[in-house]
T-cell receptor, first 110, second 111 residues
Framework: GEDVEQSLFLSVREGDSSVINCTYT??????LYWYKQEPGAGLQLLTY?????DMKQDQRLTVLLNKKDKHLSLRIADTQTGDSAIYFC??????????FGTGTSLTVIP | DAEITQSPRHKITETGRQVTLACHQT?????MFWYRQDLGHGLRLIHY???????NKGEVSDGYSVSRSNTEDLPLTLESAASSQTSVYFC??????????FGEGSRLTVL
């Protein structure tokens, strides 16, 4: 399968910005996604970006895509304790397959 | 509201036993997927189906099987459970490239 890499852990202080990074290898990715998993629950879609876009903003969330470097990032502004969760990036390609990263566990320190 | 449900949510079994995890979705999605989640590995695809009577192997399919006799259900069977199959299992469904909807997960412990 395709490789999608993320750092395993990130800690930030409440009110600061969080940046979660992701790298992928599949150049045919069409959509790239960010999913959030709260403890004991399944994954829920946070946001997504089409591969021909560089940036997408949705309230406190900013997604940046560098297609040349195959690098995706999720910035959460004014991080709150409720943002503590595991964040997964995922790519979808024309083979109708989703490939998920290893997940980044975000801890927000009050 | 449409949903995707998994059962059981928690299961403890012994090595060598057959185990079936159920997945039921009311989205009327054609695509259904089974993943396992392990620390350091993220989500890994076990099996998937693009429609009734269609099943395909994912990257970690050994020791698992699925069947798709209707649109709503994709049960996952562990033929002879092994300790390496202790994990959290997630079922998901979608249509095309659309959002993947996940179940709440089934935590399986094989002793």
């Amino acid at each position: 399968g395709e490789d999608v890499e993320q750092s395993l852990f990130l800690s930030v202080r409440e009110g600061d910005s969080s940046v979660i990074n992701c790298t992928y290898t599949d150049s045919s990715s069409t959509y790239l996604y960010w999913y959030k998993q709260e403890p004991g629950a399944g994954l829920q879609l946070l946001t997504y970006i089409f591969s021909n876009m560089d940036m997408k903003q949705d309230q406190r969330l900013t997604v940046l895509l560098n297609k040349k470097d195959k690098h995706l990032s999720l910035r959460i502004a004014d991080t709150q304790t409720g943002d503590s969760a595991i964040y997964f990036c995922a790519e979808w390609n024309t083979g109708n397959q989703f490939y998920f990263g290893t997940g980044t566990s975000l801890t927000v320190i009050p | 509201d449409a949903e995707i449900t998994q059962s059981p949510r928690h299961k403890i079994t012994e090595t060598g036993r057959q185990v079936t995890l159920a997945c039921h979705q009311t989205w009327n999605h054609n695509n259904m997927f089974w993943y396992r989640q392990d620390l350091g590995h993220g989500l890994r695809l076990i099996h998937y189906s693009y429609g009734v009577h269609d099943t395909n192997k994912g990257e970690v399919s050994d020791g698992y099987s699925v069947s798709r006799s209707n649109t709503e259900d994709l049960p996952l069977t562990l033929e002879s459970a092994a300790s390496s199959q202790t994990s959290v299992y997630f079922c998901a469904s979608n249509e095309g490239s659309g959002e993947l909807f996940f179940g709440e997960g089934s935590r399986l412990t094989v002793l």
